[in-house]
């Protein structure tokens, strides 16, 4: 996979941009650095990454979503299928779990995020352009965000991916550790579990100190509900679930039936994370998650 993303974005910027996201809310396809944003000021993201859906990487040569480019065809069934099988298979062991943690019927999540059904899962290939500007050092790479999905597994080799977890005052930088990989609770598994999972804030900078010297590749997994699962609390289908909504004050719980469903949640945070789209700060504050802390981007 590593190698598929530096063969790719190692193309002409002119032959990536043909495979472009767009500007409507879509994830699969291309996105060039620049064209998100990372704060309500509008400041621009330096990551360029290449998103493959998993319903395009499952039916290929058939095409369920868009096409790709050349370099990531060629690798299509040999790599990044097994990839998107092997993803899900470990993503479907965390969410069997959590099933009996949450005290939710078998299937309740699994159901959720069927193989079968048309979704919003992908694979990604990020890469974080070499900077030896010293004031690049402090310049947010990607913007804090919580992931759309429901679990994230990640693959980093540098450092640069940050974490602001409940209980502490600063960003935290995530050291990589050989053969390991980091799973992030997305929006949709916050939004399903009453608040009892959380989708933490992350972000990415600039590699600390010398690993600065070197490109930074990351590759990540998203599995997501199928697009038509509507996301709310599912606290008719669990105790656990119905008693941490029950201690919400009214305006909280509120926000666990957003009325979205998968489709509609990730075209909404999409769009307005695009820069071409931006009006003012009501853009980027529009497509925030289910951890928006203003205070601390
Ligand atoms: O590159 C990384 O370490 C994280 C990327 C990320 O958070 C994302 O693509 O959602
Ligand atoms: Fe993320």
Not at 57 to 63: C, I
Request: proline fraction near 7%.
């Amino acid at each position: 996979m590593f190698e598929m993303g530096a063969e790719t974005m190692g193309l002409p910027l002119a032959e990536k941009m043909e495979f472009e996201q767009g500007d409507d809310g879509q994830s699969p396809g291309y996105k060039a650095a620049g064209f998100t944003m990372t704060d309500e000021y509008g400041s621009l993201d330096t990551i360029e990454f290449l998103n493959v859906s998993k319903d395009d990487a499952l039916a290929y040569p058939s095409v369920i979503h868009r096409t790709y480019p050349s370099t990531v065809n060629a690798r299509m069934n040999s790599t990044i299928k097994p990839f998107v099988e092997k993803s899900l298979e470990i993503n479907y062991t965390f969410l069997s779990i959590f099933e009996k943690k949450l005290a939710l019927p078998p299937g309740a999540l699994l159901g959720r995020h069927s193989i079968e059904d048309i979704s919003g899962s992908e694979a990604r290939c990020l890469r974080s352009p070499l900077n030896r500007d010293p004031q690049a050092k402090d310049k947010v790479a990607l913007g804090a965000h919580t992931d759309f999905g429901s679990l994230s597994f990640l693959h980093n080799r540098l450092g640069g991916l940050q974490v602001f977890p409940p209980g502490v005052e600063t960003w935290q930088y995530v050291r990589p550790l050989p053969g390991h990989a980091v799973c992030n609770i997305g929006d949709a598994l916050t939004l399903f579990s009453g608040g009892i999972l959380r989708s933490n804030l992350h972000r990415v900078v600039p590699p600390p100190s010398v690993q600065a010297a070197h490109e930074r590749y990351s590759i990540v997994f998203f599995t997501r509900p199928g697009n038509d699962v509507l996301l709310r609390a599912l606290a008719d289908e669990s105790e656990l679930i119905k008693e941490a909504l029950e201690k919400m004050v009214p305006e909280e719980r509120k926000k666990f039936e957003p009325g979205a469903t998968a489709r509609k949640w990730f075209t909404r945070r999409n769009k307005n994370e695009r820069t071409k789209n931006r009006t003012g700060p009501e853009t980027w504050r529009a497509s925030r998650g289910m951890e928006y802390k203003p205070e601390v981007i």
